[in-house]
């Protein structure tokens, strides 16, 4: 199957520092990339759609400022997390499709604030 | 609001068994339906989607029942194994007609008991 690789898997970053996190499909070109969240025992949600060549969108709720979203080729979109507070802290993932069914997820980040 | 609601919550199985998890959704424009299964610590893997204009569809001991008019459709793990215990979540998206991302149901933390 198609593979997405997320990159790191954990950080541990201080408040107000800025965190990067990159997905990258592997065996396909990936015109559209999800990043989601997913808080302990729930469910995931939506976070903002990276769309390559053009600015991302956002959920509804979600800080563009805090959350910057960067998909400069076919094959990567970055989520850059500006100063880092604790509440920040989660679980992110991100997703992929293949051709236009198929969605791949990556192997998540766990992002611990401190 | 939430557009796709699956239940039990959790659901504890006897090796064996059978596994059985609803979902439920509101959107009539939803035209792809994935069950994915995910491990503590790990992204979501997908185990089998179906679309609308099917009933019924299998892989191996993993079964999707689709119930166009009720909007409820389920997943059945036949022969329950201890290695299917994992969090499943339901899913929907207007893979077809527009937009791609994903709407997770809540989860469902299955445990085989040995």
């Known amino acids: 199957g198609a593979v997405v690789s997320q990159h790191p898997s954990w950080v541990i970053c201080k408040s107000g520092t800025s965190v990067k996190i990159e997905c990258r499909s592997l065996?396909?070109?990936?015109?559209?990339m999800f990043w989601y969240r997913q808080f302990p025992k729930q469910s995931l949600m939506l976070m903002a759609t990276?769309?390559?060549?053009?600015?991302?969108?956002?959920e509804q709720g979600v800080e563009k400022d805090k959350f910057l979203i960067n998909h400069a080729s076919l094959t990567l979109s970055t989520l850059t997390v500006t100063s880092a507070h604790p509440e920040d802290s989660s679980f992110y993932i991100c997703?992929?499709?293949?051709?236009?069914?198929?969605?791949?997820f990556g192997q998540g980040t766990r992002l611990t604030v401190v | 609001q939430q557009q796709v609601k699956q239940s039990p919550q959790s659901l504890i199985v006897q090796k064996g068994g059978i596994s059985i998890i609803n979902c439920a959704y509101e959107?009539?424009?939803?035209?792809?339906f994935p069950w994915y299964q995910q491990f503590p610590g790990k992204g979501p893997a997908l185990l089998i989607a179906?679309?609308?204009?099917?009933s019924e569809k299998k892989e191996g001991r993993f079964t999707i029942s689709f119930n166009k008019s009720a909007k409820q459709f389920s997943l059945h793990i036949m022969d329950s194994q201890p290695g299917d215990s994992a969090t499943y979540f339901c899913?929907?998206?207007?893979?077809?007609?527009?937009?791609?991302?994903?709407?997770f149901g809540s989860g469902t933390r299955l445990q085989v008991q040995p």
């Open positions: 899913a929907a998206s207007t893979v077809y007609t527009g937009r791609r991302a994903l709407t």
């Open positions: 065996d396909f070109q990936a015109t559209t």
């Open positions: 179906i679309r609308p204009d099917v």
């Open positions: 990276s769309n390559e060549g053009s600015k991302a969108t956002y």
């Open positions: 959107n009539t424009a939803f035209d792809y």
């Open positions: 997703s992929a499709h293949r051709a236009s069914t198929e969605a791949f």
